[in-house]
């Protein structure tokens, strides 16, 4: 009897763990402390962890994200962080502002990300429009094709020497998103030094853009 009443403690006490073990997995970073989270900016930093959806990345140095509202997904750089000063969300998740940027002004090259959404679906032509004029010039967009189920169009203008602009605007049936992803070279990069710094990161830039998708919250 006391070996059988021994065996059901044994398997008690394994399973309890096993189930403890899938409940810490289970845990989104906003519910994990710091010191048990990787060593990057988007996870140590409390306001950005908040829209992490899992302490694996998705792909290296990148982290899945979903915003406040419900409404965005995408590949989250892992280097950057969310301003919670200027983050904000419209009446019954109609809209939301989100600024994430890099933590480290050493770097070579210094990226700023200034996101609007906006639900419902739009008028293209006027949305550009509207774009263009925000940006107080006429902006040029091509497509380029994504994975999921938004449209993505870009126009791209190098506004002084240390500075390059990406135009973004990202849209489907059911909202849009007007996104600014400027670049700013160090001040210790010449001018040719920078326009190639700014040419290779603008491609990473653009890659990580494409991961951006608007949900269908109907679903």
């Known amino acids: 009897m006391k070996k059988y009443m021994w065996l059901l403690i044994v398997l008690l006490i394994t399973g309890g763990c096993g189930i403890n073990g899938d409940q810490e997995e289970n845990l989104l970073p906003s ?3 710091a010191e048990d989270l990787p060593d990057v900016p988007a996870l140590q930093d409390a306001f950005t962890r908040e829209f992490i959806q899992s302490s694996d990345p998705v792909r290296e140095g ?17 280097d950057m962080v969310i301003s919670s000063k200027a983050h904000n969300i419209g009446p019954d998740d109609r809209s939301e502002t989100i600024t994430f940027a890099d933590v480290d ?14 639900k419902g679906e739009p008028n293209v032509e006027s ?11 006429e902006l040029e967009f ?30 489907n049936t059911d ?45």
Request: charged share 30%; with cysteine.
């Open 127 to 137: 949305s550009m429009n509207r774009i263009s004029k925000s940006h107080d010039r």
């Open 62 to 78: 990148f982290y899945p994200f979903l915003s406040k509202s419900n409404s965005i997904t995408m590949d989250f750089p892992e």
């Open 175 to 219: 909202g849009q998103i007007d996104l600014n992803v400027s670049l700013r070279c160090n001040d210790k990069l010449n001018t040719k030094k920078c326009l190639e710094k700014i040419n290779s990161e603008k491609e990473l830039i653009i890659e990580q853009i494409k991961s951006i998708n608007i949900l269908n919250k109907n679903k």
């Open 142 to 171: 091509r497509d380029i094709k994504t994975d999921n189920n938004s449209n993505l169009s870009i126009s791209e203008y190098k506004p002084d020497e240390q500075f390059y602009t990406v135009a973004v605007f990202i849209w």
């Open 31 to 33: 519910e994990m402390s």
């Open 105 to 118: 002004e050493t770097k070579e090259i210094f990226v700023n990300y200034n996101l609007h959404y906006y």
